[in-house]
């Protein structure tokens, strides 16, 4: 019998392997690695180790396993999924039992320590290996690259006296994977100069790599690379080309790479669903979702984060309530960006204590910081700042993790419920108590609250003194306050710095238009519209939608497309008679065109949002809530008749504009009018 080896690593393990006798060779060539006398042998062996049950295999395999030491790779490759160690360690010591000396093992011996995170071990072993080949320094650096060490990968595949193709994949690859984009390009370029010729994972990853960079030209000669290879019509291959193209603006060219697979997995539908997200078409999503289901693939979470998306971006609560029924079926409210995904959608729809039940329900909840700050996110979207400021007090008190979005969230609900102090307070300790970075959408949401407020002067002290450079969002921040508090000097500064960053951002022309109309400086207002069309700068027309019975309803102002037009004007007629009764005097000051005063009260008598309720009213049940979706802000005029509307029909009216939700409910918004 073999004595035991007990060597420092080999003092301790989970349960012992008897060695045992050591009976004469039955089991392996010693040239081919094929079984010579009994196949069934070999597979089950096999299958034992495959299976991970590797005490099994050597207890029934240990004479075998004496004879050709060799088969101890197949226990060794068994370690590794259970990132067995111990047991790794124990092998180890049997194989310098056996006193076999095969590179073979020993590459598996390095390949074990490697992948179970001891690459320390790994690399002691290296240097007593005097046969080290290229395959020893390919694990080498994958073994670098597992544990994120870059520069101890790049120093072995430097120094390596010879490479084969295995060696630049795994370099090209790891380079992209740690973003460094242009690095791996020239690397999969030299490799090309060398001879070597890339796999699928190498293609995959040049191609993300291209993609980051929306390095289009490189992206097609990577292309070309593909079809020589005979990689074009690979799965892999074939997704991470279309999603190249996407990501740099080539949306057919991309769907016409997935069209020419013969096989579209569930990778391939999702990269074609996320192409479609990408180039702001969420009906596309939802399309793209129902062609996936007719032919039988299985979505996975990656699809239901983006399905979910849309629905949120289209406001389409029905769709979302049945795609949300269908991730409870397929098991996936497990998944983190799933349930934040849910928790969204029902805020985006309007259905704010459905969101809640989505955050309550989940298992992980109470620990996970991204699903936190989602439902603070969803509270402050809907007005109610105060319960995000209590849901983030209870979050600190969990111990569940704070990071920027979490207090992006809930300096957005402080904006929207003008919570100043409270604001100023948390911008402060987000650094102070947290030590996290600000970004800049921080400093745009600080921006809003003190332009909301009235604080204009403070506002623009702080973009102008801010460490970080300002875009045109913070410009058009300062702007809308501008308008809200009239200050049409400060308005026209703003306005120039956003024009400087984008000459053809058609909001700030308009909310500088509608500054000087409501101040009825008409000569202003024609100077900017003027301006706008030398410029052939657009206006974005105001578009409303409601969704009943899973289908979606547009109007626009004073729309005369939709099929029942003519009884949609006839019953909002009669509902502006009984809210004037109720004392509803139209706005003339919303309309920001020079005109007599019929054509202004038709002009907002016929407001998309209005005809979207009027809609609404006639084709629901009479307790039924009613949600309208809006591109843009909802004006004042509107504001005040909506909560004339909810309280004439006792209906509940949840209206989600450019910027937050309002619910409307017995005369009164949630708003409180600040918005």
Known sequence: MPPRCTG???????????????????????????????????????????????????????????????????????????????????????????????????????????????????????????????????ILINGYLNIGDLEGARKVFEEMPARNVATWNAMVTGLIKFEYNEDGLGLFKEMHEAGFFPDEYALGSVLRGCASLRALHAGQQVHACAGKTGFELNLVVGSSLAHMYMKCGSLEEGEGVISSLPIRNVVAWNTLIAGKAQHGSPEGVLDQYNMMRIAAVKPDRITYVSVLTACSDLATLGQGQQIHAEVIKAGATSAVSVISSLISMYSKCGCLEDSFKAFTESVDAEADGVLWSSMIAAYGFHGRGERAIELFKQMEIEGAEVNDVTYLSLLYACSHRGLKDEGLKFFNSMVEKHGLSRRLEHYTCMVDLLGRSGCLKEAEVMIRSMPLKADSVIWKTLLSACKIHKNADMARRAAEEVLKIDPQDSASYVLLSNLHASAKRW????????????????????????????????FVMSDKSHQYSTEINAYLKELTVEMKLRGYVPDMGSVLQDMDDEDKEYSLAHHSEKLAIAFALMNTATDAPIRVMKNLRVCSDCHVAIKYISEIKNREIIVRDASRFHHFKNGQCSCGDYW
């Open 8 to 138: 420092k690593f080999f003092s301790s393990f989970p349960f012992s392997l008897d060695i045992g006798r050591v009976p004469s060779s039955r089991f392996l060539s010693s040239n081919t690695f094929e079984l010579t006398n009994c196949a069934p042998s070999a597979a089950e062996f096999v299958a034992l180790c495959s299976g991970g049950r590797v005490k099994e295999a050597f207890q029934n395999f240990k004479s075998e396993i004496w004879s050709d030491p060799r088969l101890f790779s197949h226990l060794l490759q068994a370690c590794i999924p259970r990132n067995s160690l111990p047991l790794g360690r124990q092998l180890h010591s049997l194989v310098i039992t056996s006193g076999c000396s095969a590179r073979f093992v020993s590459n598996h011996l390095l390949n074990m320590y490697s992948k179970c995170g001891e690459l320390q071990t790994a690399l002691k072993l290296f240097d007593h290996i005097p046969w080290a080949n290229i395959m020893s320094r390919n």
């Open 523 to 554: 000569q202003d207002v024609s100077e900017v519209r003027k301006s706008m069309r030398e410029k052939q700068v657009k206006k974005e027309p105001g578009v409303s939608w409601v969704e009943l019975k899973n289908q979606v309803h547009q």
